[in-house]
């Protein structure tokens, strides 16, 4: 099955997030399920999110694809604003507006997220009973305790320090200060491991250009209160699909495992081979993309053959 892709905007807390919708060709007129994206720390749509958006569509489903407020395409000041709970707020708007589109079956929809926005859809799942299928892949599960993993303890402490330096220039009325997502080894950034700086510096010199390498220091003080993965348990009975990859150093894997345990049936854990990126490309997304395409099929697509066959 084809699709076609199209550029949408919804509004989001008063601002308009801006996005792509595929719709599959052919059967017009007819409620299909939804699935709705968005990428992780600081990252755009162009990177990479077309590899799952398309496959998703061909395979019958409706996908929308957005930038979040503060970043990439979508409105806000101050840019590169990532906050967890503003971004779930603009999640849960993406679903508001898809779940109005005449081609959109409400009581169908999926959320995809990876990385950053892999704890994303960890926390929407359990407070959003819209959502009837969720697919996190390599999540961010707890911010602190990735931090710690990341950072030798005397660099993270002194960080706390600065942060808290900072929170008080900002209550006296300071400026908004940002620090690099990526950076050469042994120059601070957010994300401080060797595959960060080569992916992102890589990927937005190619096919992400509106990709912006910083972010708020707000971003870092939510980064270390994030606990995406605390109300893991409530997700159930949404069906819940976790792919982790086997060597992932950025967002660890023993984490993310560990909060797949605490989660409740219907489950399931998918590890692929490589490290936290390698699940966007080949080979790694012929690993990562079957398996959520077969997760939201046999949960949103299958689910409609079903119903049919019991009311017949």
Not at 43 to 69: C, I, Q, S, T
Not at 177 to 198: C, F, I, K, N, R
Not at 240 to 262: G, H, I, K, S, Y
Not at 273 to 279: E, I, K, L, T, V
């Amino acid at each position: 099955m084809a699709h076609i892709r199209s550029d949408v905007t919804f509004k989001s807390e008063g601002l308009n997030c801006k996005g792509w919708l595929y719709l599959p060709e052919g059967e017009t007129g007819q409620k299909k399920p939804a699935i709705v994206m968005a990428h992780g720390f600081s990252a755009v749509k162009e990177m990479h999110l077309p590899n799952f958006a398309e496959r998703f569509a061909d395979a019958g489903f409706v996908v929308l694809v957005f930038d979040y407020r503060f970043t990439g395409e979508g409105e806000g000041e101050p840019r590169q604003h990532v906050i967890p709970e503003e971004q779930h707020k603009d999640y849960r708007n993406a679903i508001t507006w898809i779940s109005q589109h005449p081609e959109v079956d409400e009581e169908r929809i999926g959320i995809w997220g990876s990385s950053y926005s892999g704890g994303h859809v960890l926390h929407l799942a359990a407070v959003d009973r819209r959502v009837k299928a969720v697919v996190a892949q390599v999540p961010l599960v707890h911010g602190f305790k990735n931090a710690q993993r990341l950072m030798r303890p005397d660099v993270l402490n002194n960080f706390i320090k600065d942060l808290n330096e900072y929170r008080r220039a900002r209550y006296n009325g300071g400026e908004v200060q940002h620090v690099a997502v990526v950076a050469p080894e042994g120059q601070p950034s957010a994300l401080p491991t060797p595959d960060s700086y080569e992916w992102f510096i890589s990927t937005g010199g190619t096919i992400a250009p509106n990709w912006r390498n910083e972010v708020t220091l707000e971003t870092m003080e939510a980064f270390l209160a994030y606990n995406p993965a605390g109300l893991i348990e409530l997700i159930s009975p949404t069906p819940l699909l976790m792919v982790v990859a086997e060597n992932d150093e950025l967002t660890p894997t023993d984490l993310a495992v560990e909060a797949f345990q605490r989660a409740r049936e219907p489950k399931q854990l998918k590890i692929i081979p490589g490290g936290h990126f390698d699940a966007y490309t080949n080979p790694g997304l012929s690993h990562s993309a079957p398996a959520a395409l077969n997760w939201f099929k046999k949960h949103l697509l299958e689910k409609e053959t079903a119903t049919e066959l019991i009311t017949q």
